[in-house]
């Protein structure tokens, strides 16, 4: 598949800005969780710091997202994971109120009520949950909506490999196979679910094997590569588009950082992210860029500048935003 | 010369000790969960059994809930001792059906005929910024539901205590655990919960509630991390000259009625102070228990409820910090408890 030079830079930029950002919000997380600023004989501290909680970062993933997010528009539904920086970026959501919200300011997406793994984006059609499993019926939701409304919008429901033994997964693929809906399950594999192995979790080698349980097309991505993902999904997208039904989708990818930000990862392999990021998906597509499109290094410079500066302005803004007043918390449990 | 039997454990030790010295005793004892063999439990409670046990009786699971619990019962039925763990509480809704209609009910609808010796642990309590899908109690939710015993432990010797006779229950035993008290190096907590734990086996009967201060002016009622902040509030009211008695309910299936009524037949004066809901849970529960006794309890104050006020647990830290009730915000209730008034009766 030959892929636009407009495409295959856009992805590029995506993937400089999530990887940025990623790199970013690791080092800000850690800003008053190590002593001594904690409680005396602790570590590190979860809940100290200008973004206190659970925070899982998504760097080493970001083909999957914009691979996948590159074919969408403003119309069509993004359902992320407890993972979701990647997602949210590439689908378009704005950062400095998604900035916000995980520093629990009143300016985030839902007023800092939500925080990283509750981010809502209406504007943008995204969404995300911390329980695993659960973009997939909501997705189907979106979908079953678009196609009553007589709409080719599609939705698209990212999930980790760990998710595809949940029973979400199962009735989620039956039912929009059933019902014909316009979505793309994506299972994200990246090899580990928290602490265990694929290969001690789930039964078969490919997830994407499972669609033939339910009568869809299944397609495998084996590398981690954006534009691998953006050729893989298109038949995907325009059988969904054409009112034929659901894909399943698994890309193989690489988590960089752990679980979760302070994770002692003492369950895996010693050198196994270092020798992970030899095969690093944006220096790769920047080589691609360079050789056959023409992308200079003054361009490139430019275009990473450009990135960064988004994510630098987004952390500022978060920073300097208030917090809500202590009362809004009893707001919004309804709408008026 | 004495033997030093005991040592100053965190919670997490003290679980995680019972766990392997029932496993020891009983060969039909085994774990499954999520990251329970070579993380240990993202809490820490089954740390260090994989390499006492191995993996055919520590068992990590694929994220798999409905399946594995329902395992648990099946497993139970034939004549095992499993205990399970629900990585955090607020996971019950992948699984519900197996806990609530099934765990929960095959023993009553079979008149008696099938025990199931399970033990369901999981990790319960906000404090830490971690948003509305893994932050709350729910307690409530599973003491509400008739047919799981419910444990609530503060610190680490009634843990290791009530962590042994759930084992030895021939029925369901939902232990849960509070992260803010569980003495992990990775999340700040009362340290009030780590104390003295014996070295060998021993029990702590169910429905037994445990005065943990006694006191005269004030019974306060809670569970979990709520005694060690009820523990803290008592000591700041102390210098104000009030006595406060906290009352640790450590479980709440079964509920210990009497020791709440003993405690405010003295007291006259309760303020419940919870970290679940506030609507149809604990703390109405202990109100009802003194309403349903006005008989024979002679209140000097209207009944206090603390608690988180009806909303999902909100990320923001101030506005966390605000739901979530704190020892300033108990301290302030019993003050308020102090100048109450009942209203009293007409005069003929």
Known sequence: MQVAKDKLLWMYEKMVEIRFYEETMAAVYMEGKLPPAIQKGLAFDIGSGPVPGEMHLAAGQEPVAVGICAHLSDDDTVVGTHRPHHFAIAKGVPLKPMTAEMFGKVTGLGKGKGGHMHLFDNAHKFSCSGIIGASMPIACGTALAAKKLGQDWVAVAFFGEGAANQGSFHESLNLAALWKLPVIFVCEDNQWAISVPKSQATSVAWVADRAAGYGIPGIRVSENDAVQVYAAVAPAIARARRGEGPSLIEVKTDRYFGH?????????????????????????????????????????????????????????????????AELDALNDVFVP | ?????????????????????????????????????????????????????????????????????????????????????LMFVDFFGVCMDQIYNHLAKNTYMSGGHVKLPVVLTTAIGGGYNDAAQHSQCLYGTFAHMPGIKVVVPSNAYDAKGLMTQAIRDDNPVMFMYHKGIMGLPWMAYLEGSSNDVPEEAYTIPFGQAHVVREGSDVTIVAVSQMVQKAVLAAQELDNQGIQAEVLDLRTLVPLDVESVLKSVRKTGRLLVADEDYLGFGLSGEIAAVIAEHLDTVRLKAQVKRLAVPNVPIPYSRPLEQFVIPQVKNIVHAVQELMVGRMVQPEAA
């Open chain 1, 260 to 324: 979760f930000q302070g994770d002692p990862e003492s369950y895996r392999p010693k050198g196994e992210v270092s020798q992970l990021k030899l095969n690093d998906p944006i220096p790769k597509l920047a080589a691609q860029l360079r050789s056959a499109h023409g992308l200079s290094p003054a361009q490139d410079a430019e275009l990473v500048a450009r990135a960064q500066a988004r994510v630098s302005d987004a952390f500022e803004f978060a920073r300097h935003s208030a917090y809500p």
């Open chain 2, 1 to 85: 010369m004495t033997m030093k039997t005991t040592r100053k454990l965190t919670m997490a030790q003290a679980i995680s000790e019972a766990i392997a010295q029932e496993m020891t005793r009983d060969d039909t004892v085994f774990v499954m969960g999520e990251d329970i063999g070579v993380y240990g439990g993202i809490f820490g409670a089954t740390g260090g059994l994989l390499e006492q046990f191995g993996k055919d009786r520590i068992m990590d699971t694929p994220i798999s809930e409905t399946a594995f619990i329902g395992t648990a019962t099946g497993a139970a039925a034939a004549g095992l001792r499993p205990i399970v763990e």
